[in-house]
């Protein structure tokens, strides 16, 4: 039976947002990377203005994807947005559109419907039938997934997780890679520690997931035997959850047969890497690229 989810509240969702934003991050990492994170400080969102089609996969607004470049020669790039499950849309693609036209990229930002009026699982089901959409549209194409946030939660569920691409006749290993930016919801059944930043994700986890985290936990969901595509995991320095999330979706990745790498972004904080990814000289955005001309095919 399906989980019944309760509405998140705005203080929990406020609470995790600051609890998220970077303010952990050390004086010393700032300094370092002080002029990138200049380039950083705005919204990011005026790149949601690029030309772009929306392709509907649902009845509900939610359910498309915001289609930039279709013309491109390149491998396809399909992001799925963070917001703790709750919040934010396809329009925060942030310097994407412009990352995807330096290196040729066809780019399609993702949505998807939010909680509590459906759970995780509709989630990675609306993530899945886009990827589907694109791979009908675009036949015999690269297809790379990347997240951030509760995004990179939903990538990964359905970049481990076959029930999902089966809907439509797909499977993981159809995926030409993964690349994860910042989640800490691998397991989403982990402890977050009895600190004030540990209770405020406990919470938020909580009224994403309630009775089903382990259901929805990438992690724990791996199966051996089942082929999965490459991962590119980055988290930043100054969120130890991120890290143990992160390594430990890495590792049991390794240990089902699959690859996967992980990388830290010493200078970002939570929003900073997201918001960040793909402006020119961005370390984070430089290795996702060699990562997608890693191409299988």
């Known amino acids: 039976m399906e989980m019944m989810v309760t509405r998140l509240s705005r203080r929990t969702i406020l609470f995790a947002a600051v609890v998220l934003a970077g303010g952990a991050t050390s004086a010393a990492a700032q300094s370092a990377r002080g002029g990138l994170r200049h380039r950083r400080s705005g ?12 392709i509907p996969v649902g009845a ?24 703790g499950w709750a919040h934010g849309d396809r329009s925060m693609v942030h310097a994407l559109p412009d990352f995807a036209e330096r290196h040729g990229l066809v780019l399609a930002s993702i949505g998807y419907r939010l909680v509590p009026e459906v759970t995780p699982r509709e989630q990675a089901r609306d993530v899945a039938a886009a990827l589907a959409d694109l791979v009908r549209r675009h036949p015999g194409r690269d297809l790379y997934l990347m997240g951030h946030s509760a ?59 309630g009775d089903q985290a382990a ?25 130890a959850d991120s890290r143990a999330q992160s390594e430990g979706l890495a590792r049991v990745l390794q240990q089902a047969g ?22 020119p000289g961005d370390p984070q955005g430089e290795r996702a690229a060699r990562f997608i001309a890693q191409a299988r095919r």
Do not use: C, K
Not at 63 to 80: N, T
């Open 43 to 54: 919204s990011g969102q005026a790149d949601a203005a690029a030309p772009h089609e929306r």
């Open 60 to 83: 509900d607004d939610r359910q498309a994807y915001d289609l930039y470049r279709p013309d491109a020669a390149g491998p396809i790039l399909a992001y799925v947005h963070g917001g």
């Open 151 to 209: 995004g990179a939660h939903l990538a990964a569920l359905v970049g481990v997780d076959p029930v999902y691409l089966a809907e439509h006749g797909l499977a993981p290993s159809d995926l030409a890679g993964v690349i994860l930016l910042d989640g800490a919801g691998y397991d989403a059944t982990g402890d977050r520690g009895n600190g004030f930043a540990g209770r405020i994700l406990t919470r938020l986890y909580d009224e994403a997931f």
């Open 215 to 239: 259901a929805l936990s990438p992690t724990l969901r791996i199966a051996p035997g089942v082929p999965l595509p490459p991962f590119l995991i980055f988290y930043i320095a100054s969120r």
């Open 258 to 279: 699959g690859s996967a790498e992980v990388i830290v972004a010493p200078g970002d904080s939570h929003r900073e890497i997201n918001v960040g990814f793909g402006q």
